[in-house]
């Protein structure tokens, strides 16, 4: 089912930032921080449907958001399976507007890209959050943390606009379906929920008045999350596409 809320996607406010190096490619003269606040500067017009998260179990260099933790396996992705991501986006019915050219940048981006792959994933998400509380709330307000074992069971790619995926309904109903596996594993099933209809209008707060940018920007947020999939779940993966 689904509910009025913020949108989601792999790595929350990460995902601006991660956009807008596939964008702009490495060789853009700002820092990952100062490319970060300058994105975050355009999103951040409506900070409190931005967050990132962690969970209360990870350590050392992770953060606990599998999308941050595993930025450069993402990339890697992106630049190596370029066609495959192109195809699955098609066999999904989305993507339909990426253009040629805007497919060929991302891919060459993700390819050059050194700055943003080599920050842990714990540092990328303390670094969004940083700049998300200088809008308004102290640092860790905009951080969600997950706790316990957690377990995603179905991809969600929802496309209604201005819904996104009622969280608490579908893990009750999860918690039935899976329910010995549950206790057995001591972790909670969840999907995870790509709201796919944000992409665009997201693009058009990042880059207002430059339509190449933007539709870049749409084709770049799609490419990652769908790399997220492959670099995070199975090949058994159930994915649904709420249209």
Not at 29 to 39: P, Q, Y
Not at 64 to 77: L, N, P, R, W
Not at 162 to 168: A, E
Not at 189 to 194: D, E, L, V
């Amino acid at each position: 089912s689904t509910a009025e809320a913020v949108p989601n996607g792999a790595g929350g406010g990460l995902l601006y930032l991660v956009a807008d190096r596939l964008v702009r490619g490495d060789g853009d003269s700002d820092s990952i921080d100062e490319a970060n606040t300058r994105v975050l500067g355009q999103i951040g017009q409506i900070p409190a449907t931005v967050h990132v998260h962690r969970d209360d179990h990870a350590h050392g260099e992770d953060a606990g958001c599998a999308a941050a933790d595993k930025v450069g396996a993402i990339f890697t992705i992106i630049a190596q399976y370029g066609e495959q991501l192109r195809s699955l986006a098609t066999e999904l019915g989305l993507g339909s507007d990426s253009s040629d050219e805007a497919h060929q940048q991302i891919i060459r981006h993700a390819t050059d890209e050194s700055k943003l792959v080599m920050a842990s994933g714990n540092d990328l998400v303390a670094m969004v959050d940083a700049q998300l509380a200088k809008s308004a709330e102290p640092t860790g307000a905009h951080t969600d943390i997950l706790r316990g074992n957690h377990h995603e069971a179905a991809v969600v790619m929802n496309q209604r606009a201005g819904t996104t995926l009622d969280r608490q309904s579908l893990a009750q109903e999860f918690d039935q379906q899976y329910q010995a596996l549950a206790q057995e594993f001591n972790q909670r099933y969840q999907a995870f929920n790509i709201d796919t209809w944000a992409f665009a209008p997201s693009a058009g707060t990042l880059y207002p008045g430059d339509p190449t940018a933007q539709q870049q920007a749409t084709t770049a947020m799609l490419y990652y999350n769908l790399a997220a999939i492959m670099a995070l779940c199975g090949p058994r993966m159930t994915v649904t596409v709420l249209e």
